[in-house]
């Protein structure tokens, strides 16, 4: 069966920190790349993060020094620490599996960042 599932959301004040984990399909992670991506109320969503099946990572501007994406490949898990934190970050957090012809979603986690 083919899955992403998401989890590790919640509500944090404004400067804490969260840890987001994505388990994936064996399927679907090895020799993919894996993102992470962002849709607050309103808001079209928006790419946050991604590293490719290498290791390479790149963030959006917003998260640069805050987030970081890593991955388990023992595990099939992706992971997204975010430091920091900030009421804007708030959002429904979605994990991406890709390839130039495959492209996988997960159901999202929300994250809540408020006092």
């Known amino acids: 069966q083919v899955q992403l599932v998401e989890s ?4 944090v004040q404004p400067g804490g920190s969260l840890r987001l984990s994505c388990a994936a399909s064996e399927m679907i992670f090895n020799g993919y790349a894996m ?3 962002r849709q607050a109320p309103g808001k079209q969503r928006e790419w946050v993060a991604i590293i490719t099946n ?3 990572t790149n963030y959006a501007n917003s998260v640069k020094g805050r987030f970081t994406i890593a991955r388990d490949n023992a595990k099939n898990t992706v992971f997204l620490q975010m430091n920091s934190l900030k009421p804007e970050d708030t959002a429904v957090y979605y994990c991406n599996s890709f390839t130039a ?10 994250v809540t ?3």
């Open 35 to 37: 993102a992470w991506y």
């Open 54 to 56: 290498g290791g390479f």
């Open 8 to 11: 590790g959301g919640g509500l």
């Open 101 to 110: 012809k495959n492209d996988y979603w997960g159901q999202g986690t929300q």
């Open 113 to 115: 960042v408020s006092s």
